[in-house]
């Protein structure tokens, strides 16, 4: 599977549940594509998601046997910045909207159970944590987890070799 089906494969569910809150989920460029996206004020939920990379699996001696890799992932869940006095109420309670540590359990629960992006079962969810560049601390929760992945296996004699100019 490739990157970019992969990055589809997670943003699809997201976005039936980010639209049924009245939001929207992305795909982000980068990390710093993701910070300038969630820089934008919204009152509606908004998840953007980031390929942090990939690692290959076993040792140097096993790993291009294995062709196995484990490719990082980003979901950024926002609401924008909370402008009221009481800024820690919309965590826990809301009353026009979905407490907003409720929609950061929704999304984390929607990532741990997509199906069919990943070689292995389940996803590889890593965790949740405050959404932070350097000192700045966002309404944002980050939720870091990893798919794995086989890459096409390397043959001696490629079926479609590359012409190499003279």
């Known amino acids: 599977m490739t990157i970019a089906d992969q990055a589809k494969a997670i943003r699809d569910p997201l976005e039936k549940w980010a639209s049924d809150q ?27 998601i980031v390929f942090n990379g990939e690692e290959p699996r076993g040792g140097f001696e096993m790993a291009a046997i294995l062709r196995r890799v484990d490719r990082q992932w ?34 984390r629960d929607i990532i741990r159970s997509i ?10 969810y890593k965790g949740i944590r405050p959404y932070q560049i350097g000192d700045v601390l966002m309404d944002a929760y980050q939720i870091d987890f990893s798919m794995a992945v086989d890459l096409t296996e390397i043959v001696e004699a490629p079926d479609n070799p590359v012409a190499i100019p003279a």
């Open 22 to 48: 009245g939001g929207k989920a992305f795909i982000a460029a980068d990390l710093h594509h993701m910070w300038n996206m969630a820089n934008a004020n919204s009152k509606n939920p908004r998840i953007i």
């Open 74 to 107: 980003i979901a950024l869940v926002t609401r924008g910045n909370v402008t009221h006095a009481q800024r820690g109420a919309s965590l826990t309670d809301s009353d026009t909207a979905t407490a907003f540590y409720t929609l950061v359990e929704q999304a």
């Open 115 to 124: 199906i069919g992006a990943s070689v292995e079962l389940p996803v590889d």
